[in-house]
């Protein structure tokens, strides 16, 4: 008789196998499987890990864009400001001669 796993324990063990921090053997221990579970489950559940990796890049990627904009939206009006306060200087030192 097969025991049966829960789907989050099995993309566990994967996410376990996807990290290469270990061994296959040494995942297999920890959670008291065959080797050849922990790769039957890799190949079955790895392409959906690669697939929210995906989706989270594109997520990040939108924001740094959004983040890249800003921060020259924000340097114009900086410059705009440093040209306007030596402009306003200049002037108010001539009116005080």
């Known amino acids: 008789m ?4 829960t789907e989050d324990m099995r ?8 990290k290469a921090e270990k061994k296959v053997s040494e995942i297999a221990k920890e959670y008291n499987l065959a080797e050849s579970t922990v790769r039957e489950w890799a ?4 392409k959906e890990f ?4 995906e989706n989270f890049n594109l997520e990040q990627s939108k924001k ?9 939206e924000l340097k114009r009006k900086n410059k705009f400001l440093i040209k306007a306060s030596t402009f306003f ?3 108010t030192s001539e009116s005080k001669k």
């Not at 097969?2 to 796993?5: A, D, G, I």
């Not at 993309?11 to 996807?18: R, S």
């Open 89 to 91: 200087a200049k002037h």
């Open 50 to 53: 690669y697939l929210e990796d």
């Open 64 to 72: 740094i864009k959004e983040m890249q904009n800003e921060i020259a």
């Open 43 to 46: 190949n079955k559940y790895s």
């Open 2 to 5: 097969s025991k049966k796993y």
């Open 11 to 18: 993309k566990e063990v994967v996410h376990e196998f996807l």
